[in-house]
C-alpha cells in the first residue's frame, strides 16, 4: 500500500493564478481531511469528506474548493491564490478502526504565493 | 468555541521523562489523539483517548481526564529520535469529522 499520496510536493505561485493539489489514498478509507499548516502552528482543517459525493467545510474553507468523486481521491482547488494561502498542506484520511479514527497523512504540498 | 492548549516548547534530557500536557475546550467531545511530527515530515499516530485514564504503548503513555479537559502525553527513557513537535488533537463529536488540533509542543532532547 502506497497510504496516502499528494503531489506537487512543491509549488510556486503568482498572485491571481490557480492550481489542484491532488490526493489520493489507496487503503479504502471512507474519510478525507485537508489542512493547511503555518510555521510553528498546529494543524487547521479545510474540508473534509465523509464520503464519495459528501464534503463539508472545516475551519478555515475561504479561498478553497474540493470534490470527492471518488473513494480514492480528494482533490483541492485553490482560486485566485493569495500570499495567505502560503503554506504547508497536509491531506489524511481516515477509517473507524479499532473503534477510533486514526488519521493517516500524506507527505504534505508546501505552497509559496508570491 | 474551539481551543486547544499546550506548551510552545520543551527540554529533556536523554534518558529521562518528560510530560507534555494539553487542555482542550469544544462544543462537543469524541476522542483526543495525540501525533507525533518531525521537522518536514508529516504528523503520525502516536495514541488516542476516549474514556478516563491511562493508555500505555511502549515508551508512550496518555492520560485523559474529560471532566477536567486535560490530556497528557509521557514519554519515557528519552532518545535523540523524540526530539519532534507533538500535536494534541480532539475529534469535536458534534461536528462529524471535525477534528481541533493544537499548536504543538515542540521537544528537543539534550545528550
Known amino acids: 500500500n502506497a497510504g496516502v499520496t499528494q503531489t506537487p510536493k512543491f509549488r510556486i505561485l503568482k498572485i491571481g493564478q490557480s492550481m489542484t493539489l491532488q490526493c489520493a489514498q489507496d487503503?479504502?478509507?471512507?474519510?478525507m481531511y485537508w489542512y493547511r499548516q503555518d510555521p510553528g502552528m498546529g494543524l487547521k482543517l479545510i474540508y473534509y469528506s465523509v464520503g464519495a459525493g459528501i464534503t463539508d467545510k472545516g475551519e478555515v474553507p475561504n479561498g478553497y474548493n474540493v470534490s470527492r468523486s471518488t473513494t480514492e481521491d480528494f482533490p483541492l482547488r485553490l482560486e485566485l491564490a493569495a500570499p495567505s494561502q502560503t503554506s504547508v498542506y497536509f491531506c489524511a484520511s481516515s477509517s473507524l478502526t479499532g473503534g477510533r479514527y486514526e488519521q493517516y497523512f500524506g507527505p504534505g504540498t508546501r505552497l509559496t504565493v508570491t | 468555541g474551539q481551543n486547544i492548549d499546550q506548551p510552545t516548547e520543551m527540554t529533556a534530557t536523554e534518558g529521562a521523562i518528560v510530560q507534555i500536557n494539553c487542555t482542550y475546550q469544544?462544543?462537543?467531545?469524541?476522542?483526543l489523539f495525540w501525533y507525533q511530527q518531525h521537522a518536514g515530515e508529516a504528523p503520525t499516530f502516536l495514541s488516542y483517548n476516549v474514556l478516563d485514564g491511562l493508555e500505555e504503548k511502549g515508551r508512550f503513555s496518555s492520560f485523559l481526564s474529560r471532566s477536567k479537559g486535560y490530556s497528557y502525553l509521557l514519554l519515557k527513557e528519552l532518545q535523540m529520535k523524540d526530539s519532534a513537535s507533538y500535536l494534541c488533537?480532539?475529534?469535536?463529536?458534534?461536528?462529524?469529522?471535525?477534528?481541533?488540533f493544537g499548536p504543538g509542543t515542540r521537544l528537543s532532547v539534550l545528550p
Open positions: 469544544t462544543s462537543g467531545f469524541n476522542g
Open positions: 487503503m479504502n478509507h471512507n474519510y
Open positions: 488533537a480532539v475529534r469535536d463529536g458534534n461536528y462529524g469529522q471535525n477534528f481541533v
